[in-house]
Structures are given as C-alpha cells and as structure tokens.
C-alpha cells in the first residue's frame, strides 16, 4: 500500500472528504483508490481558533508504481510492513512454563507462550473480572476492602479499573501486536490509529476476558484465587513454585509479572535472597477541575466541537526536584485503590465516554533512595506505606479520604473546595501537609501556581486535592540480566511493572511478550 502522511482536516471532516485529500495528495482521481486504512489520527490544536485533524493514511491503489512514479510531495512513501512476527519453530519445556500475575504483563506473556505452543499456567492471586468488579463496587460504595481481590490484584491487574490510556513512550514493533490483540479481544478499533489511544474501564472488562478465552482456546490455563507464595530454586534455578494453599507446581520457567503492589510477594523474595535494588518513583496527590474548564483551557471556543481534552504539566522545582502530572482522566474519577488494610492510596480512572463532570490528574513529586534513610531495598516500599497509613489515619479510617482546597493548600484562602471531590466512599477536608514531609509539600507548593501559568485555571483555589497517589511505579526492581533472567535464579523472568522494568499497560504488556520470546527461544528444539 502507499502511505500518504500529514492529511489536514477539520476536526468533523468525513471519510469521504479524507479520501479526497488523499487522492489529491497523490494527483490521482478518488475513484483510483481501491481502499484506504487510517493509521494515524492526531489533533493540532496549537491554533485554538483553527483546530484541525490529522491523518496517515494508507492507500491501495490500481497502479501503485505509476502512482509513485507521477508523485512530487515528501508526504507519500510506500507503507513499511510493521506487522509482528511470532518466533517461529518448535520449542518444548520439561514442565509447562508458569506465569504469576494476571495483569497486562502476564497476560501478553502467556497469550504468546500459548500462541506458541507452550501453554503456560497462569497463577493470579485475585479474582475474574466479575467477581473483582463486586468486591471493588462494595470497597467504593462500603469501604470493605478485600486484599486479594481489589484495584490492584485481580484479572487484568491495575490496569482493568484504569482509563485504560495505551499511550506509550516504547518505541517496538510490539506495541502494535498489543493493540491489535485488545482489538481482537473487543477493544475499539480507534486505539490502532489514535494519537492517545484509551480504552475505558467499561470496556476493559470484556477485553481482559477476551484474552484469557483466548489463552484457553490455545491450552493455556488461568487459575485465580492462586497465591504464590514461595519460589523454589535450587543450585541457582528454579525448580517450582508452591502457592498459599500449600499446593506445588514443578517447573524450570516462571514469568514473574506481580505489579508495583505486590508488597508481601517482594517481602518473600527479600526473604529468599533475591537480587533486589531501590527504585526512583514520585508520590503525591490527585488534583480535580471543572473538565470544562480544561477543556476551554486547551481548546477556547472549539471545545464543544471536540472530545475531552487532557494536559500534561512538569516543573522543576528551584532544589532541583521534578513535580509533574501524570495518568490524566478527562471525564474522569478520583478513586480507592488500596490493597492493603489501614493504608490509603488512591488513583484515578474513566469510562470509554469519558463523560464525567471533572477532569482529574495526579500530581507528583519526584522521590529518589537518597529520601528514604536507608539502603534496604524495600525502604520504598515502607515509605510508601507509611504516607498511606497517615492517609488512612487523616481521613478518619474506612478509607475516607483526606481532601483540601488548592487554596487551603497553597495557604492563599480559607474556602472549601467548590469542585466536588468523586472520590467514593468518603471524603474529610484535613491539612494536607500533615501527610507528606516537608520536600513533597513545599514542591507541590512551587508547582501549582506555575502550572496555573501553563493552564488557566489549574491553580484556581476551589480546586480538590485528594491524597495520597502513592502507586504510580514500582519502588522495587528485581534484577535480571540481559537474557531476562534473574541474577538471583535461572528461569525466573522478572517481568513488567512491579519488576521494575516497564510502566504503563502498553510497556508491561511489551515486557510480557518479550519474556515469552525468551522462554521460547530457550526452549527451542
Ligand atoms: C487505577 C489505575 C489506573 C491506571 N491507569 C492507567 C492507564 O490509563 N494507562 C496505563 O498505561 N497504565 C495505567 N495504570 C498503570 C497500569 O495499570 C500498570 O502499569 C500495569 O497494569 C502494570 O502491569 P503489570 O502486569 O506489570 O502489573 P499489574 O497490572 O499490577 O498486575 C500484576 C498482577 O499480579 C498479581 N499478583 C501479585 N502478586 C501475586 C502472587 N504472589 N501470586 C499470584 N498473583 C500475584 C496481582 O494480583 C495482579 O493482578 C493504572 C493503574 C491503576 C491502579
């Protein structure tokens, strides 16, 4: 196919219009075209009073080389097939392949280990989707909050009760295999050409599920409720793993994809002398407007013509510390996303309509090893969970919220917050500072009103805080070496997230895959 890049359209322009421009691209007639696949789709909304679509396409045509041959503009090539390719061979283990963790990590490694013929045991701690969706529901409206089967742990891991945002800053072939699997499983086709693909929580659901029905199609097996709670590793290679009902399963291959929660996972491994280091993360609050008032704030008086806009600020404080936003929701809810008893943490999630009244972000502060006092590899993970527990206890226990105006924050007004808080189930107005030590709030102190000067509004004082986002990446990295495998034991793949190796639904999915290939290639016959 021939590829027709840089296609400028109004924001409502149709299909057909599209095809116009690019046939006029390619100085043919619209009717030459034989079929045409969008394979971008981006929005330049740098001229608020001329905000504009634009598209790569990609076009199939009658006579391709004369086509190409008669073309002047550095906006048309051929199309680079960028299509994934599954290893391809026989590869046989001693004992099926074991997968820990549901999450997109551990799906995409399984999927593929099932793709290639190695039908992998999935263990997940949690629950299936629907019983994970009853017992978050009854954590939201209730406060009862089940540390097996909750935001954190269940089938599709953190990212199911997500905005399921698909943005990513990997570049690898791979992250197309992931969307177009999702696309299989149910997901809307427009995450394979939109700039800022999401998915919705909504729709997550069913995708997730759509995977695992896969996974068991292709002999592959999930268990859930399947705790593992020791990794069996002799002369340096891993021999099984035994799960919390005392149950063994032998095997020479697991994928270790337990996510940024799994405090009590990384206690064992602690415990069993793995190769651990600290790991840099940021921590900090949710921060709530009017999603109109972003909206006008991005798009003036075109934002009722386009979809919920979202923003991305940073700021280096004057020490020298990084404050910035992160997993922006449009539309979108402050939500409970602890897992652990008396200690708080929150995050944040939309629907696919991303059609809720406010717009909320996180916004955080950068913190390295050098702030947690000592060098045990999981004094991050303990610091974590020390500003949770003030949380906790702040809010009054039940997982009420602590919450407070910008301007209470800031120190520049008195007044409650006037954009209501989604957070459920409850919420308390505290001084927020009583959380954080004192470099985390003088940091977000700094940054607000700068970040007002980058958004209007931003920093207006009737704004919500609600704390404490404390989840945002692992404070742990399991150490593996260039083949994948951990310092610690042969055939254990430290993967994704929690491992300290990816971020974001899209790189752990990536990080997945990638320990299957190696799996797979050892395995070779
Ligand atoms: C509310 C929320 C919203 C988010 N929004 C987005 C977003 O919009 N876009 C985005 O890219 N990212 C988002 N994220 C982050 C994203 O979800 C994670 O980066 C991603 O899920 C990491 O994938 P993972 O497979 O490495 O780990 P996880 O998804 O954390 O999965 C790990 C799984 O392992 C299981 N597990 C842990 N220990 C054990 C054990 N001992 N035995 C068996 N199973 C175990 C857990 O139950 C869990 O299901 C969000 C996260 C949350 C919590």
């Known amino acids: 196919m021939i590829r027709v890049t840089d296609l400028k359209m109004p924001v409502n322009g149709t299909e057909e219009q599209l095809k116009k421009k690019a046939a006029k691209a390619l100085g043919i007639y619209v009717e030459e075209i034989l079929q045409m696949q ?63 963790g549901f999450g997109p990590g551990g799906m995409f490694a399984a999927l593929l280990m099932a793709q290639m013929g190695l039908a992998p045991i999935v263990l997940e701690r ?19 909050l089940d540390t097996e089967n909750n935001v954190q742990f269940g089938e599709g891991g953190a990212g199911t009760f997500s905005d399921g945002k698909l943005t990513t800053r990997i570049k690898d ?58 990794i069996l590793v002799e002369n340096g290679r891993v021999q099984g793993v035994v799960l919390a009902d005392g149950e063994k399963i032998e095997t020479n291959d697991v994928v270790l994809a337990i996510g940024h929660s799994a405090r009590d996972t990384f206690e064992m491994l602690y415990q069993k002398g793995a190769s651990l280091e600290q790991k840099p993360f940021a921590m900090g609050v949710r921060i709530e407007h009017p999603q109109k008032m972003i909206d ?41 996303a602890s897992s652990e008893e008396g200690r708080l943490a929150i995050n944040g999630m939309s629907e696919h309509a991303r059609d809720g009244e406010n717009g909320n972000s996180a916004l955080l502060v950068q913190v390295f090893p050098k702030d947690f006092g000592s060098d045990h590899p999981l004094e991050g993970m303990y610091f974590q969970r020390q500003l949770e527990e003030k949380a906790f206890a702040l809010g009054g226990g039940s997982y009420t919220a602590p919450i407070q105006s910008v301007g209470g924050f800031l120190g520049t007004s008195k007044e409650s917050p006037k954009v209501s808080p989604t957070y ?4 308390k107005e505290v001084d927020l500072a009583e959380i954080f030590p004192g470099f985390m709030t003088e940091a977000m102190r700094e940054a607000i009103p700068e970040m007002g000067k980058k958004l209007k509004g931003f920093d207006r004082g009737d704004a919500v805080l609600t704390a404490v986002e404390s989840r945002t990446s692992s404070a742990v990295r399991i150490l ?3 083949d994948g495998e951990s310092l610690w034991a042969k055939g254990l793949y430290p993967t994704g997230e929690g491992a300290g190796y990816a971020g974001g639904i899209v790189s752990a999915a990536v990080d997945g895959i990638l320990a299957a290939e190696k799996i797979f290639q050892k395995n070779l016959k």
């Open 38 to 100: 969008i394979f971008r789709r981006s929005l330049d909304a740098r001229k608020k009073d001329q905000i504009l679509s634009v598209y790569v396409v990609d076009v199939e045509v009658a006579n391709e080389k004369k086509t190409l041959s008669k073309v002047k503009g550095n906006n048309v090539s051929i199309t680079p097939d960028l299509s994934y390719v599954l290893p391809q061979g026989k590869a046989e283990c001693k004992n099926r392949p074991v997968v820990v």
């Open 126 to 144: 949690g629950g299936d989707v629907e019983t994970r969706k009853k017992a978050v529901s009854l954590f939201w409206e209730e406060g009862i």
């Open 173 to 230: 072939p791979r992250c197309r295999k992931v969307l177009e699997e999702m696309v299989e499983a149910g997901a809307p086709k427009e995450i394979l050409y939109d700039a800022k693909p999401h998915i919705g929580t909504d729709l997550l659901r069913g995708v997730v599920k759509g995977i695992r029905e896969k996974i068991l199609a292709l002999g592959g097996e999930v268990r859930f409720f399947a705790k593992v709670t020791d």
């Open 296 to 336: 006008v704030a991005q798009f003036g008086d075109a934002a009722e013509k386009l979809p919920p806009a979202d923003y991305r600020l940073t700021y280096t404080t004057k020490k020298g510390r990084g404050v910035y936003t992160f997993c922006m929701c449009p539309g979108g809810y402050v939500v409970a």
């Open 424 to 427: 459920r189930p409850k919420t």
């Open 480 to 482: 593996r070496g260039e």
